[in-house]
């Protein structure tokens, strides 16, 4: 185990929007200071998943734990002690400077007082870590979509929560910043949730897996045991080759399934 980070475990959770339910019956636990991904695809639930676990949105029945407790039962400020949430989209016209951002990371720490060394400590180092010290005092407004992704991150590390929860922390991001962002959520001794689409990604860098498929958990563990080429091609319709690397970690290489005669009909449109 690499360090001290929270606990949190989904138990029968269930959550229902305009009479469907999204998310169905989902148990799985997210061992503490580990990096687990949520995979699945468009609409599986990652998302609301995330968001309950996180205590942002109330289940309509189960449980979201935080080191044991219900999460909704616990002070706002409380669990923003605990743990640190980023959200899939970004607001684009705040008027406000990158360092103000990371420093918001910086109140449930310090509610109304004035800013303290520490707290400029924390933002210092969140900026560092996600390398946007230089863009400081730029204005939110004018950054890049990958440039406010990262420096959201780091407002979230700026909060210095024993657990990050992040929706798709990808999303905008170069090759080469996603592996730097990849290899830091798998080092840290943070408990790490990310909502996540690349699978190449995920085999490599996280220690457990959660598949959702409509809204419910089609398979838990480590990704040897999640990434397989018959839960992969149930649940993306894709064909999947799946290889153990010597680390012990599966190497996917993903193609699309071989079209049916009925496929290849029905898709066609252009003689109709
Ligand atoms: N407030 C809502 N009202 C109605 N339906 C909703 C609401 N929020 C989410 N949904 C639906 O719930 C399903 C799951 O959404 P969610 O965002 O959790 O999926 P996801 O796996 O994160 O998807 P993606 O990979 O596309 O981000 C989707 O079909 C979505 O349209």
Redesign the pocket.
């Known amino acids: 185990m690499r360090g001290p980070g929270t606990a949190h475990a989904a138990r029968s959770l269930a959550w229902t ?2 009479g ?1 339910a ?2 169905d019956g989902v148990t799985f636990a997210v061992p503490p200071g580990r990096f687990t991904a949520l995979i ?11 968001r309950l676990l996180a205590g942002l949105r109330r289940p309509s029945s189960g449980h979201a734990l935080l080191d044991g407790s219900d999460v909704t039962a616990l002070k706002r400020r409380d669990v923003a002690r605990r743990l640190a949430f980023v959200a ?1 989209e970004t607001v684009s016209d705040l008027d406000t400077t990158v360092s103000e951002v990371v420093m918001l990371g910086r109140a449930p720490h310090r509610g109304r007082s004035a800013t303290t060394e520490e707290d400029i400590r924390a933002v210092g180092q969140a900026m560092a870590a996600m390398g946007v010290t230089a863009l400081a005092d730029r204005s939110w407004a004018s950054l890049s979509g990958g440039e406010r992704q990262r420096v959201n991150i780091a407002r979230a590390l700026a909060q210095q929560t024993p657990a990050l929860l992040l ?2 922390p990808t999303n905008h991001l170069d090759i080469s910043h996603r592996l730097d962002l990849m290899e830091m959520l798998s080092r840290t001794a943070a408990t790490v949730v990310a ?1 996540l ?1 690349e699978l190449d990604l995920a085999a490599r860098y996280c220690d457990h897996l959660v598949l ?1 498929h409509a ?1 419910r958990v089609v398979a838990a563990g480590p990704p040897i045991t999640v990434l397989t080429p018959r839960l992969l091609e149930q649940v993306y319709q894709v064909r999947a080759t799946v290889n153990q690397s010597p680390d012990g970690r599966p190497d996917v290489y993903l193609a699309p399934l071989p079209r049916t005669p009925s496929s290849c009909a029905s898709n066609d449109t252009s003689r109709s």
Request: net charge neutral; glycine share 18%.
């Open positions: 929007a305009s469907r999204i998310v699945g695809p468009n609409g599986s639930g990652k998302s609301t998943v995330l899939q929706d798709e909502a689409h959702l809204g």
